[in-house]
């Protein structure tokens, strides 16, 4: 998967935003919208609130956990455990990164959010990497993927996959006859 | 993102080889010693250091692997195969010991692959030689994977250069998911590119048509 499509994926994600033009309700088929009442607050996905800001006819609310006190008490949580902790959100990496190119204006503290993020994504792709060698020296069969976010699987995935295709290749060879009358085909 | 114009057959890595696979192709051509178990008439010119018409019964020499695995039989001994050396007892010890010390491109370069077409032939050692294949990827797993997962933008040659061929696939996979992650952050994903068809397409010469 490219990093772009899981992008458009954390599109569909609700933010918050204060309009400044009346609408009424729009219907599509991922649900209804609005309606829109200027300095009225109301639930968009990220997609539309970005074009609406792109034409300045809205202002964004950051969501609740793009915050530097809690970003910074997630990080120091996430640098304690040994295990996962829960993401702040499912797509925490591309929103951060969709939100503050695009309405950097609207969030207090962006660059600061940024490097707090940043760390956060750091310390857990260290993590991913360290289970994911000890899941290959243990010869596990099977890990479980908790809390991880999309985006932090889809950097790996292609790489542990095909180590994973190696190694149960070279495991069966360990039992030899085991393989015979496998043929794939081109 | 890049999509190259052909996708290449994956090895097959065990004992069964991918026929399609140019890794495997290639593998198939490494020499392995062998001796004669019966003579080979007619055959003495493989054969350069005698200068007779036979290959006698007892010969050393060397054959690729496609060949060995064609004449070798259980039950009509035709020839024997030897191990290579860095599939024996003494460098066995040394991928126990520490596998990342060990240079699998000068060994191999198809450590992996040509320890697994061993198994077809049958010799005792063959359970320690598919324990110490599976320890060695598993040793050196780590290094490959945060080689490739950190090595952005830079001069690749030293990191890849001590790998086996098989590990370099894996590099190259890992890289391609940090190479894509750190175009997607710096923006470069929002940007449109042209195909590298259309790229390395040139219009046709008039000359060349009528020729």
């Known amino acids: ?186 | 993102m890049d999509t190259p114009s052909y996708f290449p057959v994956p090895p097959g890595v065990g004992m069964e080889d991918n026929f399609l696979s140019l890794d495997d192709i290639l593998l198939s051509q490494e020499r392995l010693p062998v001796r004669t178990e019966c003579v080979f008439p007619r055959l003495g010119f493989l054969e350069k250091s005698s200068d007779s018409q036979d290959i006698q019964e007892g010969t050393k020499m060397e054959l690729p692997l496609w060949l060995c695995k064609g004449l070798y039989e259980k039950k009509r001994k035709v020839l024997s195969v030897e191990l290579p050396k860095i599939y024996k007892e003494g460098w066995r010890t040394v991928f126990t010991a520490d596998p990342n010390v060990v240079d699998l491109h000068k060994m191999g370069p198809y450590y992996y692959g040509l320890g697994s077409q061993m198994l077809h032939f049958d010799s005792p050692e063959n359970p320690d030689i598919a324990k110490t294949l599976l320890q060695t990827f598993i040793g050196r797993f780590r290094r490959t994977m945060d080689s490739s997962q950190n090595a952005y933008n830079e001069d690749t040659s030293v990191l890849v250069g001590r790998l086996d061929f098989l590990e370099k696939v894996l590099f190259k996979s890992g890289q391609s998911g940090l190479n894509g992650f750190q175009g997607w952050e710096k923006g470069q994903a929002a940007q449109l590119t042209a195909s590298s068809l259309v790229l390395n397409y040139r219009k046709r010469k008039i000359v060349d048509i009528q020729s």
Not at chain 1, 156 to 175: A, G, P, T, V, W
Request: glycine share 4%; proline share 6%.
């Open chain 1, 1 to 186: 998967m490219d990093p772009s499509e899981v992008e458009f994926l954390a599109e569909k994600e609700f933010v918050k935003i204060i309009p400044n033009f009346s609408l009424d309700k729009i219907y599509l088929i991922g649900g209804d919208l609005g309606p829109f009442n200027p300095g009225l607050s109301v639930d968009v996905p990220v997609w539309l609130a970005l074009n609406l800001k792109q034409r300045q006819k809205c202002r964004i609310l950051p969501p609740e956990w793009m915050d530097v006190e809690k970003l910074e008490e997630i990080r120091e949580l996430e640098r304690k455990e040994d295990t996962f902790t829960p993401a702040p959100s499912p797509y925490y990496m591309e929103l951060t990164k969709l939100l503050l190119n695009h309405a950097s204006d609207n969030i207090p503290k962006a660059d600061e959010i940024r490097t707090l993020v940043k760390d956060i994504w750091d310390t857990r792709v260290a993590k991913l990497r360290l289970s994911a060698d000890s899941f290959i020296r243990q010869q596990e069969a099977h890990a479980q993927l908790d809390n991880l976010t999309l985006m932090e699987i889809n950097t790996i995935r292609e790489f542990l996959l095909d180590s994973l295709n190696c190694m149960y290749k070279l495991r069966s060879n360990l039992q030899p006859g085991a393989t015979k009358g496998q043929f794939a085909d081109y």
